[in-house]
Nanobody, 128 residues
Framework: QVQLVESGGGLVQAGGSLRLSCAASGRTFSTDAVGWFRQAPGKDREFVAHISRSGRSTYYTDSVKGRFTISRDIAKNTVYLQMNSLKPEDTAVYYC?????????????????????WGQGTQVTVSS
């Protein structure tokens, strides 16, 4: 069974950058698509970004387009979320999740129940 561990969160000022990492252990997840979600205090968890198995296809929620970039390093068994131009409203716990089955299209990749494994999350706090 794959275990996912997020890292890279922290406190940053508005306009700053962070890079989150999602590392897999237990087995390779090069055959899994991976998504990032976030949950702000008092709010539901929401979709942020998705990357396909090959890395050639990506999806983003509108609020992060042009600021966040998802990528993967197959050799390192790691998926990254580069976050630039951070805003206070980006403050949340960020989770990565792996999807072992085929799923395409925004509607599918943005659903929580598409994903089979989840990490424990990493806190991102953006100060104004």
């Amino acid at each position: 069974q794959v275990q996912l561990v997020e890292s890279g969160g922290g406190l940053v000022q508005a306009g700053g950058s962070l890079r989150l990492s999602c590392a897999a252990s237990g087995r390779t997840f090069s055959t899994d698509a991976v998504g990032w979600f976030r949950q702000a205090p008092g709010k539901d968890r929401e979709f942020v970004a998705h990357i396909s198995r090959s890395g050639r296809s990506t999806y983003y929620t509108d609020s992060v387009k042009g600021r966040f970039t998802i990528s993967r390093d197959i050799a390192k068994n790691t998926v990254y979320l580069q976050m630039n131009s951070l805003k206070p409203e980006d403050t949340a716990v960020y989770y990565c999740a792996a999807d072992r089955d085929y799923c395409s299209g925004y509607e599918c990749v943005s659903r929580e129940y598409t994903y089979d494994y989840w990490g424990q999350g990493t806190q991102v706090t953006v100060s104004s």
